[in-house]
Nanobody, 126 residues
Framework: VQLQASGGGLVQAGGSLRLSCAAS????????MGWFRQAQGKEREFVAA????????YYADSAKGRFTISRDNAENTVNLEMNSLRAEDTAVYYC????????????????????WGMGTLVTVSS
């Protein structure tokens, strides 16, 4: 599965941004898609994920109440609506996809995702 993310950019604190990710290739094998991010000098961290068939969503504590993940199975896309953005949300955001069945406990970890996109930069100015 190949992933192409779009929608990153510069936004002021308190503003909103929408990231999108299109999957292509063996999309019939998708079990889940999501987003990780990595700020400069920090480790990569989980942001949000959604299961492909049931549409169950998962969020990092930092994203709850501000970010919303959604999917379009027909278009093989996943979106991340980000509101009330803060300077600490500045990072490169990576679209990810999992094509292997796994346990729920792993869904917020990189181990559940075998496909990674190139990343899109989100910069929030304070």
């Amino acid at each position: 599965v190949q992933l192409q993310a779009s929608g990153g950019g510069l936004v002021q604190a308190g503003g909103s941004l929408r990231l999108s990710c299109a999957a292509s290739g063996r999309t019939f094998s998708l079990w889940r898609m999501g987003w990780f991010r990595q700020a400069q000098g920090k480790e990569r961290e989980f942001v949000a994920a959604i299961t492909w068939k049931g549409g169950h969503s998962y969020y990092a504590d930092s994203a709850k109440g501000r970010f919303t993940i959604s999917r379009d199975n027909a278009e093989n896309t996943v979106n991340l609506e980000m509101n009330s953005l803060r300077a600490e949300d500045t990072a490169v955001y990576y679209c990810v996809a999992g094509t292997v069945l796994t346990v729920e406990e792993l869904l917020t970890t990189p181990h559940a995702y075998d496909c990674w996109g190139m990343g899109t930069l989100v910069t929030v100015s304070s």
